[in-house]
């Protein structure tokens, strides 16, 4: 049995996730099921956390239908509702907003300028805009 809505997507309404979330969210996208204990053993171990702080954050992920669980009969396992590159994109997105204006421009000049770059870190640069000049005209 699994409780929560299986359908829930980080779409435009939907917030970004807390740093907090994202532990937790780490944790399921690396193995999913996941057993309880096994995700307490695994936030004690990278970010210090408790087995009650690492409980409430189950509980609250799930009452957000962030997560939901399954109900093995023996303990509960837990699964994401939320696709990682449907996070990062919209992490992306909420930066570039709040951070540059929605400007990938001044994202990509402020970086390079801070920034040395190697040649293979400048040709893949290239070659991605390359690419998105070429499915512009596609």
């Known amino acids: ?15 970004t996730l ?3 979330e994202w532990n937790i969210m780490e944790s399921l996208w690396e193995e999913s099921p996941k057993v309880g204990s096994r995700i307490v053993a695994d936030m004690a171990q990278r970010v210090g956390w408790s087995r ?34 449907e996070a990062v ?13 929605g400007s990938i421009s001044m994202l990509v000049s402020g970086f ?7 040649s293979e870190e400048l040709a893949q640069l290239r070659e991605i805009l390359d690419r998105a000049e070429e499915e512009k005209y596609e």
């Open 112 to 118: 390079v300028e801070r920034q040395r770059l190697s």
């Open 89 to 101: 994109k919209k992490e992306t997105e909420n930066f570039l907003k709040r951070v540059y204006h």
């Open 52 to 85: 009650s702080t690492t409980l409430t954050m189950l509980k609250r992920m799930t009452e957000k239908e962030m997560i939901a669980w399954v109900d093995n009969g023996q303990m509960r396992a837990y699964v994401p509702l939320i696709e990682r590159e």
């Open 18 to 20: 807390s740093e907090a």
């Open 1 to 15: 049995m699994i409780r929560a809505c299986m359908g829930r997507r980080m779409g435009a309404g939907m917030k």
